[in-house]
């Protein structure tokens, strides 16, 4: 599985849009970008997922440049209940999908 | 769907005991995966089950760890011998593998070891 760099934490402001980055250089064609988050001693939940085209659901949007070398999480209006760590990883999907290789994530604060 | 489950949620324990975890994952997954966490650091893969096959594990999966699936439903991680190091949050996963399903891995609250 290829690895994912995230800056080690953010802050935003409550109700604005929290913009989290994720580096993914080394994907391959057929790995898919998906992003969990955990709260505090709580096990991760899974947020969303994408190959190259954006996505959104009722909890974020992800964006994926073009190369696919890079994507944003979008929390598009934070609150306090979003401070949490999260996770970007790459991974295949389907049935040939096994583990999933977590890195330190981000950890981001909101803040009132 | 109840989601995935863990028992116990904490364990405490002397070091050199054994200890045994559960996992109940979602009803029909095929898959079911563990993790550890230490403090700090993301979930680090341990070893994952299709059904009751056992298809990988990890190098951290020392030989006093063992896990199973026996029926292909529930799984057991079981520790021997603890060790202070083996002090972590043991996290379980499962996935389906079925045509149209979301193929996602649902994470489960986790059992948080202290070994003293």
């Known amino acids: 599985d290829a690895k994912t760099t995230q800056p080690p934490s953010m802050d935003c402001a409550e109700g604005r849009a929290a913009n989290l980055p994720c580096n993914h250089s080394t994907i391959s064609g057929n790995e898919y970008v998906y992003w969990y988050r955990q709260i505090h001693s709580q096990g991760p939940q899974y947020i969303i997922h994408g190959l190259k085209n954006n996505e959104t659901n009722e909890m974020a949007s992800l964006i994926i440049t073009e190369d696919r070398k890079s994507s944003t999480l979008i929390l598009p209006h934070a609150t306090l209940r979003d401070t949490a760590v999260y996770y970007c990883i790459v991974r295949v999907r389907g049935t040939n999908a096994g583990k999933s290789t977590f890195g330190d994530g981000t950890t981001l604060t909101v803040k009132p | 769907d109840t989601g995935v489950s863990q028992d116990p949620r904490h364990k405490i324990t002397k070091r050199g005991q054994n200890v045994t975890f559960r996992c109940d994952p979602i009803s029909e997954h095929n898959r079911l995966y563990w993790y550890r966490q230490t403090l700090g650091q993301g979930p680090e893969f341990l070893t994952y089950f299709q059904n009751e096959a056992q298809l990988e594990k990890s190098r951290l999966l020392s030989d006093r760890f063992s896990a199973e699936r026996p029926k292909g439903s529930f799984s057991t991680l079981e520790i021997q011998r603890t060790e202070q190091g083996d002090s972590a949050m043991y996290l379980c996963?499962?996935?389906?593998?079925?045509?149209?399903?979301?193929?996602?891995?649902?994470f489960g609250p986790g059992t948080r070891l202290t070994v003293t």
């Open positions: 996963a499962s996935s389906s593998l079925k045509t149209g399903s979301s193929y996602e891995q649902y």
